[in-house]
């Protein structure tokens, strides 16, 4: 053997370690190639299509605060939304101010003319508001000598009569006067309105000790002027006594003034109503303007009392113009109130003052015991 052969078990040796080496180096490609190919299997599965990176990128503008298309929609219509809400607004807030404006105007309240004695409702007579009452004047004493004249050559062709006899022969009064204008009939006025039109009546009545003995009295005068109500009035009668308000049934509404409730309730005072005490009148009227009337007659001796329940003057004035202020729209107030004073005169005038402030014309009457028919003593 020489030096430079190999053993031959190192010669096998060695072609079984390169064997081996091959082997593992094949085995390594093998897994290599494995390995590519499932990367590029993975990768094909997770290739992003065209249009996802444009929605990845929506998606991080939206992280960072960026609008989206629906917000850049809305804010381009709400403009106009807004704009057509607003307009809208407008039409009906409009159409609510004129409507209400002309419901105002159609039911300004007409100015009460009431009176205690002659309250029965009559249509009123509106006269023409642009004539000045000097106008008015001076055409009621006008002589309408066309007409008369008409007249008196109508009636002389009937009598075949001269029209210048009866110039030149003498006529008796009585002849002539058929020939006269007829005067205008009186009608009670004020303002261009004529007669009674206070369609929703309240009386509120003092039933304080004062009042024993003339209560009766008063009564039968209460009587009078509500059974001179018509049937398309409606009414109410409240007393005070103390600081109580006694209110005939049923006491929550007004009643239509028909016989029969017009009976039931003068009968309900007669049987009911007894003077007591002092009186206080602010809950009677509260009571009343509760009923939102056209008028209340308050008929009182001492309206604002003594003693514990005595009110002051000034405070009592005050209270009326708070319960029944005065209608900016109109100038007048809803209701007015009437005062009839009994009896004696009252040294404050207080009635006189409550008729003066929201009674309007002729708002204050008194009856004396002479009118009354109580005798003196």
């Not at 398309?232 to 005939?248: C, K, P, S, Y």
């Amino acid at each position: 053997m020489t030096a430079g052969d190999v053993h031959p078990v190192l010669a096998d040796e060695a072609d079984e370690a390169d064997g081996g080496l091959a082997a593992l180096i094949e085995a390594q490609r093998d897994l290599a190639a494995e390995a590519g190919a499932d990367g590029a299997a993975v990768g094909a599965e997770t290739q992003p299509h065209p249009a996802e990176p444009i929605d990845a990128l929506a998606e991080h503008l939206r992280e960072l605060g960026a609008e989206t298309e629906a917000e850049r929609r809305l804010k381009r219509v709400l403009p106009w939304v807004t704009s057509f809400v607003a307009h809208l607004g407008l039409i009906v807030l409009g159409f609510a101010v004129v409507t209400a404006v002309r419901l105002m105007r159609e039911e300004d309240p007409v100015l009460i003319v009431a009176d205690f004695n002659q309250p029965r409702y009559e249509p009123l007579a509106l006269m023409n508001p642009n004539i000045s009452p000097e106008t008015e004047r001076a055409a009621q004493d006008q002589r309408p000598t066309d007409a008369v004249a008409s007249t008196l050559t109508e009636q002389l062709r009937r009598l075949e009569i001269d029209p210048l006899s009866v110039i030149s022969d003498a006529a008796s009064p009585s002849e002539l006067a058929e020939f006269a204008p007829r005067p205008r009939e009186a009608t009670a006025s004020f303002v261009g309105l004529t007669g009674s039109n206070a369609r929703k009546i309240v009386y509120i009545v003092d039933a304080s000790g004062s009042m024993i003995g003339t209560l009766p009295i008063i009564i039968e005068e209460l009587a009078r002027s509500i059974e001179a109500l018509s049937a398309d009035q409606e009414f109410a009668v409240v007393f005070f006594q103390r600081n109580d308000a006694l209110t005939a049934p049923p006491g929550t509404r007004l009643m239509r003034a028909t016989a029969e409730e017009k009976l039931r309730v003068l009968q309900w005072a007669r049987d009911t109503v007894i003077p007591a005490g002092r009186s206080n009148p602010v809950a009677a009227i509260e009571k009343g303007l509760s009923f939102k009337p056209d008028v209340i007659f308050l008929l009182s001796n001492n309206i604002t009392g003594a003693g514990v329940f005595e009110i002051d003057q000034k405070d009592l004035l005050d209270l009326l113009d708070q319960l029944n202020p005065v209608d900016r729209t109109t100038g007048r107030r809803r209701t007015q109130i009437q005062c009839v004073q009994f009896l004696d005169p009252d040294p404050l005038d207080t009635l006189r003052k409550i008729a003066e402030i929201h009674g309007g014309p002729r708002g204050y009457k008194f009856l004396d015991r002479r009118e009354l028919g109580i005798g003196l003593q």
